[in-house]
């Protein structure tokens, strides 16, 4: 891709006459750029670095307190070895590349728990007693939920009237920004399962791809994902299905729709979620094994309907890899070169069963503008996830702004396509859909520049990375939560009225895992962190004036976090960091010493596992109460991997264990680094 770019203060005048600066002007300014080329030189002098040595990324040992432990890769070649940016980081023999989540905020939980974490060992401390307590907790939750495995699909249903709610709430939300379906085609069949009471058994193939639709569409049901049990019940089931041998009748559009399908309701029902990355990676092998790389144009000829499923599939499968890159830190492993299929047409899904259709102009919105506007930025999204997560990424800041400037341009341009679509008085996008790309675009930019966010303030070099940041987590948190800006509540623009499409949205950040959660609890990470840098660095006699609204984002992600408790969440963690992070504001705010802000700190905690530990104990008699035990009665039993891995999201476990280290796991899961010395 070609890129022609002007210096950022613009171009200078050709036109000045030299003959205007005096003699003594011109040898201080000689002086000075020597004395600058000095400084430049000093801080060069290093060996350069070759793409074989992995950007010269070192290791060394780092412990977070309360027993939490990390293998990191930092490099410190930006500026002379003076500053460190963390590469990767390793936990439980799994590696985060830089576009994952924890790379941004680890550095505000290290810098808390280093403060206060001596003081909760001390037995009069409650707070490692609170964790533990919740964390039994949460098992007892997590196993009445966790369904039987395997577990064979089944004719089951919901009634009528609540799965046509939630094929609603799927068709306008997932669908309108990753397109997997035809509509009319899916309404056909799913109209003619009912009555249940037919005596023909149900096509098992479109029962479970139905099922997977119901599981997403649960996440935007009610305020307290009342149906999560069921919609776990239905991606088992559908994970059995589909572990089942292949057979050549599988080889089919709904059978890559299936799978599909799988991976968005895994991401919101935090099901096996640390593996999308890695299923998204042999789904893409599949498409390739299909053939649905290649454009139908170099294939045998068939219908337009065919074709642009193909199309439109591949598509897809593209945006969930590159998005399970980003989300996991992993390398995408897929370049423009390994295919050659076209973006979909500007077809509507009524188009494609009619005979020899033609597409619309791309100015006319279809049910496919969306998924082609944001195809358009593929490219230039790709080389950032490359950049952020390959194994031999420079990374180096002028290249950040490089790719800053390039992701600016693509979303520009996306905006004023969509703002096109929405100016007339005919379709337009829904605001789920406009929220959703604005935060899918946001969360490259944000990953691209909060690796250099904390960086000293004498370190001006970055200071466009610290604004750019803060002003990209407020814009992401004010699009996820409009309630909690109301300078921008109610101005997104598309259809739909605010009462289910904005209720969508919100839900989606609250009552599912993934995407729209984690960036809403890295966003007010980040803000809080912001405040605390400006009360760290600020200095006077009188108070330091911190703006409105990043303080009112604190109080704002706290009513969330327990919001997000309440609607099953079993990880205490989120809340309990945010509370923490609020709390060092505040004690800052009062100039509190060292001993006070520790009080502070570990009475936050205290008080926030107590609110914790009487909501769990609420899901847990809420579950005896519906019958939902799967037949256990006991903590421990019937725990998978995924439900005793902290890994949730919402915060992980490298911050907060107090296990002891088995002999046989210190490898893996206890190896502590930080970089050596230069």
Not at 205 to 234: H, M, P
Not at 497 to 516: E, I, K, L, M, V
Not at 602 to 618: G, I, N, P, R
Request: glycine share 6%; charged share 20%.
């Amino acid at each position: 891709m070609s890129h022609v770019s002007e210096p950022i203060g613009g171009r200078s005048s050709a036109t000045s006459p030299t003959s205007q600066i005096s003699s003594r002007d011109v040898e201080a300014m000689k002086s000075r750029i020597r004395q600058l080329e000095e400084q430049l030189s000093k801080a060069t002098q290093r060996p350069t670095q070759s793409s074989a040595s992995v950007a010269q990324q070192k290791m060394g040992t780092t412990t977070l307190p309360i027993g939490g432990a990390i293998c990191t890769y930092v490099d410190s070649q930006l500026f002379g070895g003076a500053q460190v940016i963390t590469r990767s980081i390793i936990h439980k023999s799994r590696m985060f590349g830089q576009s994952h989540w924890i790379n941004g905020v680890i550095g505000v939980c290290r810098d808390i728990f280093e403060v206060f974490e001596p003081r909760i060992r001390d037995e009069a401390s409650g707070v490692l007693s609170g964790i533990q307590d919740c964390k039994t907790l949460a098992r007892i939750i997590k196993s009445r939920r966790t369904p039987s495995w395997p577990s064979p699909p089944t004719a089951d249903l919901p009634a009528k009237d609540v799965a046509d709610e939630l094929v609603d709430i799927y068709l306008r939300t997932s669908e309108t920004v990753y397109r997997v379906l035809h509509i009319p085609t899916f309404r056909r069949d799913y109209e003619a399962l009912w009555p249940l009471v037919s005596d023909t058994a149900p096509d098992m193939a479109f029962l479970v791809q139905l099922k997977l639709v119901l599981a997403i569409g649960a996440t935007g049901y009610d305020e307290q994902f009342s149906l999560r049990a069921c919609a776990n019940k239905w991606v088992y089931e559908a994970q059995t299905w589909l572990s089942a041998p292949a057979c050549k009748d599988r080889r089919s559009i709904q059978f890559l729709q299936t799978n599909i399908l799988l991976l968005v309701a895994r991401e919101l029902l935090n099901i096996s979620l640390d593996t999308i990355w890695i299923s998204a990676g042999a789904l893409i092998r599949t498409a390739v094994y299909w053939g649905l790389h290649r454009d139908p144009a170099h294939l045998l000829k068939g219908t337009v309907f065919v074709a642009e499923m193909r199309r439109r599939l591949w598509n897809t499968i593209l945006e969930l890899t590159l998005h399970s890159s980003i989300a996991s830190g992993g390398p995408p492993l897929i370049s423009i070169c390994d295919f050659d299929t076209t973006p979909p047409g500007n077809f509507d899904d009524d188009q494609l069963v009619a005979e020899a259709p033609v597409p619309k102009p791309e100015d006319e919105f279809t049910q496919m503008s969306i998924a082609i506007a944001l195809r358009k930025t593929f490219a230039v999204r790709l080389v950032i996830v490359k950049f952020l997560n390959d194994l031999g990424s420079n990374g180096t800041y002028g290249e950040t702004l490089r790719l800053d400037a390039e992701l600016r341009a693509a979303y520009k341009v996306l905006c004023q396509t969509l703002q096109r679509h929405n100016s007339g008085t005919g379709p337009s996008a829904s605001r789920f859909a406009i929220r959703a790309i604005d935060c899918l675009m946001l969360r490259y930019l944000l990953s691209l520049h909060f690796p250099f966010f904390a960086m000293p303030s004498q370190e001006t070099a970055y200071a466009f990375s610290r604004k750019l940041v803060v002003e990209t987590s407020l814009k992401i948190w004010c699009a996820v939560h409009p309630s909690s800006c109301p300078s921008i509540a109610g101005t997104y623009p598309g259809h739909g009225s605010a009462s289910s499409d904005q209720n969508d949205f919100t839900r989606f950040a609250t009552c599912g895992s993934g995407f729209f959660r984690v960036v809403s609890l890295q966003t007010s990470l980040l803000i809080a962190t912001e405040l605390c840098i400006q009360l760290q660095e600020e200095e006077g006699l009188g108070p330091v004036p911190l703006r409105p609204d990043l303080l009112s984002v604190l109080d704002d992600a706290k009513e969330w976090s327990l919001r997000v408790i309440e609607a099953g969440e079993t990880n205490v963690k989120g809340y309990l960091i945010i509370c923490l992070v609020a709390a060092k504001v505040e004690g800052l705010r009062r100039g509190l010493a060292e001993d006070q802000m520790i009080g502070l700190l570990v009475k936050t905690a205290e008080d926030a596992e107590a609110k914790c530990l009487t909501m769990l104990q609420e899901l847990v008699a809420q579950g005896q109460a519906d019958g939902i035990t799967n037949g256990l009665d006991q903590p421990g039993l019937n725990i998978t991997p995924e439900s005793m891995d902290e890994w949730d999201l919402m915060m992980t476990d490298v911050l907060l264990n107090q296990s002891t280290v088995e002999p046989m796991n210190w490898m893996f899961n206890e190896i502590s680094l930080v970089p050596l010395p230069q």
